[in-house]
Nanobody, 113 residues
Framework: VSFVESGGGLAQPGDSLRLSCVFSQAVFLEMGWFRQAPGKERESVAIINYTGSRTTYLDSVKGRFTISRNNAKNTLFLQMNSLKSDDTAVYYC?????????WGQGTQVTVSS
């Protein structure tokens, strides 16, 4: 399966962005958004189960980010509100736990005034 992320860009602090991840076939697993900032290890940002009934978030994004999925369209979303400079990173989607062969190109999010 392949994942293609989109929706990133340049934003100012306080702005919103919506990331999308389209997968090439149905994924009947937990999915997640992950991010990697320059000089830092990749970290898990948000996780969602297959039905969407359970989500978990990195503490620093709780209340600001919302993960969702549309299984009929093989798409995963990440709504990011109240963006901060610390959110600057390349964002990836993957299964949870992530599988090495499934990493896509990611989408760059830069938050700067």
């Amino acid at each position: 399966v392949s994942f293609v992320e989109s929706g990133g860009g340049l934003a100012q602090p306080g702005d919103s962005l919506r990331l999308s991840c389209v997968f090439s076939q149905a994924v009947f697993l937990e999915m997640g958004w992950f991010r990697q900032a320059p000089g830092k290890e990749r970290e898990s940002v948000a996780i969602i189960n297959y039905t969407g009934s359970r989500t978990t978030y990195l503490d620093s994004v709780k209340g600001r980010f919302t993960i969702s999925r549309n299984n009929a369209k093989n798409t995963l979303f990440l709504q990011m509100n109240s963006l901060k400079s610390d959110d600057t990173a390349v964002y990836y989607c993957n299964t949870n736990p992530p599988r090495a062969g499934f990493w896509g190109q990611g989408t760059q999010v830069t938050v700067s005034s």
